[in-house]
């Protein structure tokens, strides 16, 4: 079954064009399951004393339509537990009446915070509601292009949350940072490759490219940390505003 919640959005959830960023979109479908955990057990904070996270590995975010401050919303929110393996999809509607605006696909790893290890399916008791998995993909690849240098970013206080390293929902914001032209695009997708954490203080190097696909620029980037080593890569899909 599907855990449903309504919002009105928040004035700061808006932009300079008075669109509500695409984070905040993230935001709204993760308070959602947030909500579901609450609601069907266990809780984050109840699987965290039982020595088990759960950690974000991927995210494929479509933008359908421009939403707006004090919109009211409904999102739906539900999980879908394959037969096996270690990957937990969830996924996520938001609806401004009858009118789909917003869907995403993810997939977490339960981790074993004791041992390290990645629990499998059903190896941990859970009770969230499910559904059957949306069309969405979240595996792509990076283009075989040349990535230039965009910029540096440095983790700060205001990126980081319990865990102390930058929160999922705030890398979007970060990436449209280092998007050029900003003030002339429409954001219509995110997707993010999750591959390692960035704690409090680290310095992602940020690299970039930009591709196009039916008259539309795509953006990518990959975000390495100081020692070299890949912290996310990404694909941000954007149309030109009118």
Known sequence: MRYCVEYEILSHDTGHNGEVHPSAVIRYFQEAADGQMRADGPTYRELIAQGYSFVLSRLNVKLYGTLRAYDKVTVQTWAYDPPRGVSFERYYQLYRGDELVAEAASVWALLNLNTGTLCRVGEVDTHYGSDEPLPLSCRFRLPAVEFEDAGVRTVRYSDVDINNHMNNTRYPDMLCDFLPEIDRLHITGVQIHYVAEAPLGETLTVK???????????????????????NIRARIDAEYLN
């Open 208 to 230: 970039r490219a930009v591709t196009e696909e039916d008259g539309h620029p795509v953006y990518w980037f990959e975000t390495l940390r100081a020692d070299g080593s890949c």
